[in-house]
């Protein structure tokens, strides 16, 4: 059984950075599509980016184009959103998913991904 682990998340102020990561810890992720989700309180879960493993091809949503980026090491088996700008609007429990897929286009659609990590909390605050 695939899992996921998020690391990363804190409390940065605006304008601020933070890199967070996805680990399949014993488990290669070659033949994924791995996205980035948030869920700020009181909102539904919205789609940040994702990533196709095989060739490293990357999809954003509009609200984080040029300000995230998504990437993934070389051995295939941690997935990384370097965050910038940051700003209160990002405040949210970031999660990363996977969906096992080696072609087409990836997508930020929440009932895309069938494997969850349990999130890390992004706080963006002065």
């Known amino acids: 059984q695939l899992q996921l682990v998020e690391s990363g998340g804190g409390l940065v102020q605006p304008g601020g950075s933070l890199r967070l990561s996805c680990a399949a810890p014993g488990f290669g992720l070659n033949y994924y599509f791995i996205g980035w989700f948030r869920q700020a309180p009181g909102k539904e879960r919205e789609g940040v980016s994702c990533?196709?493993?095989?060739?490293?091809?990357?999809n954003y949503a509009d609200s984080v184009k040029g300000r995230f980026t998504i990437s993934r090491d070389g051995a295939k088996t941690t997935v990384y959103l370097q965050m910038n700008s940051l700003n209160p609007e990002d405040t949210a429990v970031y999660y990363c998913?996977?969906?096992?897929?080696?072609?087409?286009?990836?997508?930020?659609?929440?009932?895309?991904?069938?494997?969850w990590g349990r999130g890390t909390q992004v706080t963006v605050s002065s």
């Open positions: 998913a996977a969906v096992r897929r080696s072609f087409g286009r990836c997508v930020t659609g929440v009932n895309e991904y069938t494997y």
């Open positions: 990533i196709i493993m095989t060739d490293g091809t990357a």
